[in-house]
Every structure is written in structure tokens, then in C-alpha cells.
């Protein structure tokens, strides 16, 4: 008999392996009950249950029972009644999903009051101002987030109170503007839903978990989903807790609190504490908290019991912990942890120091950081010899430098971002509804908030440059400004540039410069804690990666740079990059001549100067593989424009000569596909010379770098074959001139002759290639063109935006590799390419090969090397070495 599936657990019945199913918090909150801390009780409605609903629109028929037996448990665990009129029970409804989304869904604290319970919560705290600070609170988040009411309402009300008193936070208004204010709330409410707000706690409680479910689906929440790939179907869980209060008076306060500053790294207790709130206050921003150092002096026991609970964690979760707290009269309460959000650096620094303290194992150490991370480590920074002063200071939230155009409002970030300007999002506080915003801008700059608010949170989720809480500034979103100390009014489209390393904000656009970890990427040599650290990864990822990591290199220096970042030889060399500048008119000379004679000297011509360039990339390479693939383009892409010769022939009464001969050529040579036309190795076939000139270049530099004492390691990459036959011939042709060359230089060449896999004919019949082929390299560029059928560069520019924004992609397939399809492609040239030769090296050779994602592919499907640009080299040898632990421990992180 199936056993019945349960959708409720009480904190005391979870653990932290159950994520899936109560979610990340309400994981996190089991887990601490059971190891002991001081959490305020309650339950979890499962993240099944929400499925059942978001699937049929209603909750499973169980779930009324089962939260009913849960909420008499946790009322006889309290000794209340929930929203009893004499001393209520109150409990906060909390979204919580299996990977953290902060501040995307909702929250709702205080239920269980209504117009009878407050007066009880008063006479049973001593506190009536405390009571009607809670109520309105309840009032205003319910009346926005379950009834839909616009939040703008609310705060126009506070506003006015505010205005009145001449006061400028919440908090200072007193209880009998707290209850009018509370009047006024439900006045709004009656006004703009037709009905008054519930007193009912029950049916406040049944309506809180039902909106938290709807928060899943909110615009917001499916936008931090896309950008983070978090699965649409998972669901959140929802966690019933018993209040404890944090704004009973001085004595009371809550407060965000980190193991490790999550900026930085660096050790010691981090966060902020706002005294005498609840803890949507200090996420929100609205008030500018005090640093948790503070709670030392207002209350050493409370700050010293946190502490010891900060310990207990971050040894339990061996890894950086990020735990909300409230202090309830001098009572301290832990109501949430999870592993915490970082920045690029605090992740490297905080993964080396928790490596040489014996917490974790190198390999865990590894699974810690990524690719993405270190290459934002690898973006410029500002030059600190600049002297230009900074309009203002703030927290430095997330680090990084970056400049761009003033904007207040999201819709305008994306709208500007979109136009391919660069813009810095300046907000007084951050929302949820920002999020489109944050994403597009290159930096986020607030007034209010600190480390942990919601615009410092996200922020660093995102690996986005953050300033918070640069509260000198005077920030007018209505009229699209701020002003700054000094007097200086930055208006929308000033360009500032923002700090977030230092937490400054500067007028204009202030110079860049390398950066420490680059710098110490190219030389091997660490110069401070972070590039110690960075090194420490690599070279752990280096000694556990399978995959070797390649170049796409045309010049000797890009070849001398990429040998520099680690790269061990060239993946791609791109013959037609050589082609370009001042050769070009030998390239048209080639293309219009008449006879052969014409031809071969053309070819004779740009001989030298190939050969020239391969000896140079050889030297640059020595002792490693260079694989040097001929030309690909079509020949026309080597002529003027075809429009641009017309326009100026058609302009003049004396027309050029030569430039009508080239239209002419453009003319013969136009195709309605090009892509798809005469290229690759059919242009080698087609042109007589052309692909021999070449073969010979090569050779002849091997030639010569071995006369000189070098080790070369030149490999030949015949492009775009689709059947045996046209490599069967290429390889024939290419075999013959390299015999020639040896025989005229007197020794051997060993010059391995391969192809590139990039149409799906090719893939499906490797077998068959793999009979003339030393080598594969995969072009999942035009792979990728060729198998979803369309043009890379159109379909970005029109219908890209609207697949990825529905979630037809979820994820351009040019970015990431489409493991379904091209993938698969892919893995059927490996398997039947081996089958053939059993010791076939295989590579891929398009951008893919730089993409975190698509290495874990590659290195799951077997294939010898990726190779992408130099940049990407180190990101590229971490992403290799993490897809050989992932592999052997099944997992993508080990926390």
C-alpha cells in the first residue's frame, strides 16, 4: 500500500538533507532546532504541496488537516492560542525554496492579529504602541502582498504621519498615529478590494500560505530564476513560525549576521543590527542599521551568545554562514541560516582559508568556486593612482569598478541596456520589483541599507558592483537626480563611476587598470591573500582535470599571452584573420586573376608571409599542439562591400577600373547563403593553389623551427567537411605538398591532418571521416547554426530575445552548448570517430569552449581538450578540474 504523502513537518521532524522538500530555510531552520540553538517553533508546508497547487490551483485536500494538527502542536509548544484576544499567539508565513531566492517571493509577519488581539497583545507585552506598530505592519504587508493593494498606498499614508510629526522613520511615530494609521490601512484596503481586511486568524493564516505560493510565480521571481537557472517547476515550501519581537523598545532589536565578512572574506562576525525593528526592516533598508559590533555595547550577553552560535554553525556547515536574528528583550532567537551569498573574492578567499584550516579537503575547496567568479576577478579595476575625489561614500557591498549612465528607475535600466548603453541603477532603497533593473545595470547604487539589504544581497548573488547606504547623497527618483555633499547635481545619463571594493561613487568616468589577480595569473605569482588563493585553486584544478585547456590564437601575441594564462597549446588558429589589413590587396589580386600564371603569383606572394606567421606562432607555442585550420570563409568576404562599390561607381562620371573589376567578382561570387555556400574545404577544392599555398606555409615554418632547435607541434585542420570524399581529397593534396617540403628540407614533417566537425552530416557519419582523419575538433559555432538551422547573428538581433525571455532557450545555445541536440551531435562523433580509431584525439574548438557549463558537458562526453580565447584560459582550466571532482563525487557542491 503507497504510503500517503505528507505535507507538513514540524521544524523538530526535518534536517538539512531535506532541502528538496522543506526547502533551503526551512532545512536550515529543522537543522538548527535539532543540533540545539534557540529557534522560535513552527512547520513547514513541503514544497509538494505547492506543486499540487501551482499545478491545479488548489492545495492537496490534506493539507488543511495536517497544518491544523500542526498549528495545535505549536500552540500547546507555546502555551497561545493563535490570535487569542487575552495573549495571542502571532506567527510569520515565510517563502523558502530549495535554492535561495532573496527577497523574490514573499513574507507576511504578525498574523493572528486582528481589532480584538491587539488590544491583548498590549495589555500582555505592557507595550500599546508595540501592538499597533505590529497590526499596521500586518495590515500593510497582507494588504500588498495577499490582497494585491498597492504598497504606494501604504506608504503615502506613513508619509503624511511622518510630514505631520516632522519625523523622519517609522518608528518615531506615536501609538495614537500608529492607530490611525492602522484605520487608515484598512480603509485602503476596503477601498480598493471591496472588502475589509480579515480578522479571522485562521482564514489570515490559510490566505498567507496560499499568496506565498502565488509569489512562485511572480514576474520578479521567474526573472531571478532565469538569470541564476534555478528550474521553473520546483516550488517553494512555506515556513509558520512563532513570532518573536524585535521592536518591544531598546532592549529588543534584530540584526543579519555573517561567519565571514561575505564581501571580502575576511574573518571575524559581520552584519548589521537595527535596534528596537523587525527584520524586514534591516533587509528593506528603510532605516539605516548600526554594524553588528554595536550590539556588544547595547547588549554584551546577547552579542556574545550570537557569537557562539555564529561558531556553532559555520563548523557545522564547515562553509560561510548568513543567520537572521531577533533579540526579544534581551532573549536572542535565531530564525533563519543558509550557506551565505558572496563575492567572487570573499568565495576564493573564504574556500583557501577554510582549506588551511583543516574544514574541508582541497577538492571541496575546488567545488567552492567556479569560472564565472574567477573571471569577474580578472575585470579592471579603477587606477588608485587616480586623484579625482568621490562625490560620496558608502558600504562596500559587492567590489568591482564600473561606469555608466545615471538611471532611477528599473524600467529605464532595461530599456537603456537594451540600446547596448551602460547604465548605474541609483535607488534610495532596492525592492524585489529592481530586479530587471539590477540585472541590466553595471552597478547598483543606494542611498539607504547596508551589507545585508536587499540591493547588497542580490547584488552579490549576481557578481554586480554594489555601493549601499551612501546616505550623503540626496536621492529624488521623481525628479531623476541626485545631490551630492558638495553641492554637485548628477541628473539621468551623467555618467558616474561606482566602486564597490572601496564604496565610493565618482563624477564622469574615471580610468581603468589591470587587475591584481590577472596580473598574477600571467606571471605565476601571488602578491597578496587573494591571488594566493586564486593560484592555490588552480593549481589543484590542474592536477585533477582530465580535459586540456587549448587557445583560439591568429597572432604570436595572442599566443605568447594565452601560453602565459596556462593554455596548453593552440586549439584554433584562424588562417583567414592573416588574410586581412595590408595583405587583402594580394587576396584580391588572387581572386581576380584571369590565368593561373596570375593566380600562382598572387599565391606566390602571400606565401612568405604566411610562412612567416606560423614560424612566429610556432616559436611562441613551442613544444605544444598548434592546430592551424585553412581558410574558411568565402572568398568574397576578402572584397569591398558590395553595396558600398556600387554606390561609388554609380557616383562618378570616370569609374575606377580596378574597383569595377571588383565589382564584377563580388557580383560572380555573390550567394544567397554564403554560410552554407562556397567555403570551408570546398573553397580548397574549388581554388586551385590555395589550400597547397597554405599546406606549404606550414610546413615550411615547421621546417624551419626545427632548423632553428624548436620542438614544433604543427597540426592541420581541414574546415566544414561533410562527407569522407572531400577530405579524402584535401588530405591527398595536403600529404603531397608536405612530402615536397620535406624532401626539400631534408628531414621529416610530423604534421597531423584532421578536420573540423561542424555540420551534423559530419557528426552522423564520423565513422566514415574518422578513416581519413588524424584528429576531430568540434566547431560547435556553426554546429550549433547548422542544427538549429538558422544565422547566428540574425537571430540574435530579431527573435533570440523573446525564445529566451518565454523559455524556449533557457539559455542561448551560442553561449552554452545544447546538450540535447548539438550535444548529442557531439557525443555520436566521438563514440563512432573511436570506434574507428579507438585513440582519436578530440577537441572543440568554438566559443562553447569556454563556457563553465558546456566543459562539464565536454568532459562527460570524453573529448581530449576544449579551446577557447585567452581570456577565458584560466576560468576554463578551474571549470576542467571541477568537472573531474563532479564527476567522481556526483555532485556540483559538497556543502
Not at 499597533?132 to 504621519?161: C, K, N, P
Not at 564597490?500 to 601571488?526: F, I, K
Amino acid at each position: 500500500m503507497t504510503k500517503p504523502t505528507k505535507y507538513v513537518y514540524a521544524f523538530a521532524e526535518g534536517g538539512r538533507d531535506m532541502a528538496a522538500l522543506l526547502g533551503g530555510k526551512g532545512a536550515g531552520l529543522a537543522e538548527m532546532t535539532r543540533i540545539g540553538l534557540p529557534v522560535p517553533p513552527g512547520f513547514t508546508v513541503t514544497t509538494e504541496a505547492c506543486k499540487v497547487y501551482l499545478n491545479t490551483g488548489q492545495e492537496p485536500p490534506e493539507l488543511a488537516v495536517e497544518a491544523a494538527q500542526a498549528l495545535a502542536g505549536l500552540e500547546r509548544a507555546m502555551g497561545r492560542t493563535l490570535g487569542a484576544p487575552d495573549d495571542p499567539l502571532l506567527v510569520s508565513v515565510r517563502s523558502g525554496a530549495r535554492f535561495s531566492m532573496p527577497g523574490m517571493m514573499d513574507t507576511i509577519l504578525d498574523i493572528g492579529l486582528n481589532d480584538e488581539s491587539v488590544t491583548g497583545l498590549a495589555k500582555a507585552s505592557g507595550q500599546e504602541r508595540f501592538a499597533w506598530d505590529s497590526y499596521r505592519r500586518l495590515i500593510q504587508m497582507f494588504g500588498h502582498t495577499v490582497l494585491g493593494v498597492d504598497g504606494d498606498l501604504f506608504e503615502q499614508a506613513i508619509a503624511a504621519h511622518k510630514a505631520r510629526r516632522a519625523v523622519a522613520d517609522d518608528h518615531l511615530l506615536d501609538t495614537a498615529e500608529l492607530v490611525q494609521l492602522t484605520e487608515e490601512f484598512k480603509a485602503i484596503i476596503r477601498q480598493e478590494t471591496g472588502a475589509d481586511f480579515p480578522q479571522e486568524p485562521a482564514d489570515q493564516l490559510a490566505r498567507a500560505i496560499r499568496a506565498v505560493f502565488d509569489s512562485w510565480n511572480t514576474e520578479r521571481a521567474h526573472v531571478y530564476r532565469h538569470r541564476e537557472h534555478i528550474p521553473e517547476d520546483l516550488g517553494t515550501a512555506v515556513n509558520i513560525q512563532a513570532m518573536v519581537f524585535g521592536n518591544l523598545g531598546t532592549d529588543s532589536g534584530t540584526g543579519v549576521a555573517f561567519t565571514r565578512d561575505p564581501a571580502t572574506g575576511e574573518q571575524g562576525v559581520y552584519g548589521d543590527y537595527l535596534p528596537d525593528a523587525q527584520g524586514e526592516d534591516v533587509v528593506a533598508g528603510v532605516r539605516d542599521a548600526l554594524p553588528l559590533s554595536e550590539l556588544r555595547t547595547l547588549d554584551p550577553r546577547a552579542y556574545a551568545e550570537l557569537g557562539d552560535h555564529l561558531r556553532t554553525l559555520e563548523n557545522h556547515y564547515r562553509d560561510l554562514c548568513d543567520v537572521e536574528f531577533t533579540v526579544e528583550r534581551g532573549k536572542l532567537w535565531v530564525l533563519q541560516t543558509r550557506v551565505g551569498k558572496r563575492t567572487a573574492e570573499a568565495a576564493f578567499r573564504i574556500a583557501h582559508d577554510l582549506r588551511e584550516e583543516g574544514t574541508i579537503t582541497a577538492d571541496e575547496a575546488l567545488i567552492r568556486v567556479d569560472g564565472a567568479a574567477l573571471t569577474r576577478l580578472m575585470f579592471p579595476r579603477f587606477d588608485a593612482r587616480s586623484t579625482d575625489r568621490p562625490l560620496a561614500h558608502g558600504v562596500p557591498a559587492s567590489p568591482g569598478a564600473a561606469v555608466g549612465a545615471v538611471v532611477f528607475d528599473s524600467a529605464e535600466a532595461v530599456r537603456r541596456a537594451a540600446a547596448g548603453e551602460r547604465v548605474v541603477l541609483v535607488r534610495r532603497e532596492t525592492t524585489p520589483d529592481d530586479l530587471p533593473g539590477m540585472i541590466a545595470a553595471q552597478a547598483v547604487l543606494t542611498s539607504r541599507g547596508g551589507k545585508t539589504s536587499h540591493a547588497a544581497v542580490v547584488a552579490r548573488g549576481m557578481g554586480k558592483v554594489c555601493v549601499c547606504g551612501a546616505e550623503e547623497l540626496a536621492v529624488d527618483t521623481a525628479a531623476r537626480r541626485f545631490t551630492a555633499p558638495s553641492g554637485t547635481v548628477v541628473r539621468e545619463g551623467d555618467v558616474v563611476s561606482v566602486d564597490g571594493t572601496a564604496g565610493t561613487v565618482h563624477l564622469g568616468a574615471l580610468p581603468l587598470t589591470a587587475s591584481d589577480v590577472g596580473r598574477a595569473l600571467e606571471t605565476g605569482t601571488a602578491t597578496d591573500t587573494l591571488t594566493d588563493a586564486v593560484l592555490g585553486a588552480l593549481g589543484h584544478a590542474d592536477s585533477v582535470r582530465r580535459l586540456e585547456v587549448r587557445a583560439n590564437a591568429d597572432t604570436p601575441e595572442d599566443a605568447v599571452r594565452a601560453r602565459a594564462l596556462g593554455a596548453q597549446g593552440i586549439g584554433l588558429c584562424r588562417t583567414e584573420h592573416m588574410f586581412l589589413g595590408e595583405r587583402r590587396s594580394l587576396v584580391e589580386a588572387m581572386i581576380l586573376a584571369r590565368d593561373d600564371v596570375a593566380r600562382e603569383r598572387a599565391l606566390d606572394a602571400l606565401l612568405p608571409l604566411q610562412r612567416a606567421d606560423f614560424t612566429a606562432i610556432l616559436q611562441a607555442m613551442d613544444g605544444l599542439p598548434v592546430t592551424i585550420r585553412l581558410i574558411d570563409p568565402p572568398l568574397h568576404e576578402f572584397l569591398p562591400d558590395r553595396t558600398e562599390l556600387a554606390v561609388r561607381l554609380a557616383g562618378t562620371a570616370h569609374p575606377d577600373p580596378h574597383e569595377r573589376e571588383l565589382l564584377a567578382a563580388v557580383e560572380r561570387m555573390h550567394e544567397q547563403n554564403p554560410m552554407l555556400g562556397l567555403r570551408g574545404v570546398r573553397l580548397g577544392l574549388a581554388v586551385p593553389g590555395l589550400m597547397a599555398m597554405q599546406v606549404r606555409a606550414v610546413g615550411e615554418a615547421v621546417a624551419q623551427r626545427l632548423r632553428d632547435g624548436g620542438a614544433p607541434r604543427a597540426e592541420i585542420m581541414i574546415p566544414l567537411v561533410g562527407t569522407v570524399e572531400e577530405l579524402r581529397l584535401a588530405r591527398a593534396e595536403a600529404e603531397l605538398v608536405l612530402g615536397e617540403v620535406e624532401t626539400e628540407a631534408g628531414r621529416a614533417l610530423d604534421c597531423p591532418i584532421g578536420t573540423m566537425i561542424e555540420l551534423p552530416r559530419a557528426a552522423l557519419t564520423a565513422g566514415r571521416i574518422a578513416e581519413e582523419a588524424d584528429f576531430f575538433s568540434f566547431g560547435t559555432n556553426d554546429l550549433t547554426q547548422t542544427t538549429w538551422g538558422l544565422s547566428r547573428d540574425d537571430a540574435e538581433a530579431s527573435f533570440f530575445p523573446l525564445y529566451l525571455d518565454k523559455g524556449v532557450f533557457p539559455v542561448s545555445p551560442f553561449e552554452t552548448i545544447d546538450q540535447e541536440g548539438v550535444g548529442r551531435l557531439v557525443e555520436i562523433g566521438v563514440q563512432a570517430g573511436r570506434a574507428v580509431k579507438p585513440r582519436l584525439e578530440t577537441g572543440v574548438c568554438g566559443e562553447h569552449g569556454g563556457d563553465p557549463d558546456s566543459i562539464h558537458f565536454f568532459h562527460r562526453v570524453g573529448l581530449d581538450y576544449v579551446s577557447c580565447s585567452p581570456f577565458r584560459i584560466p576560468a576554463a582550466r578551474l571549470e576542467a578540474g571541477r568537472a573531474a571532482l563532479t564527476e567522481t563525487t556526483g555532485t556540483s557542491d559538497t556543502r
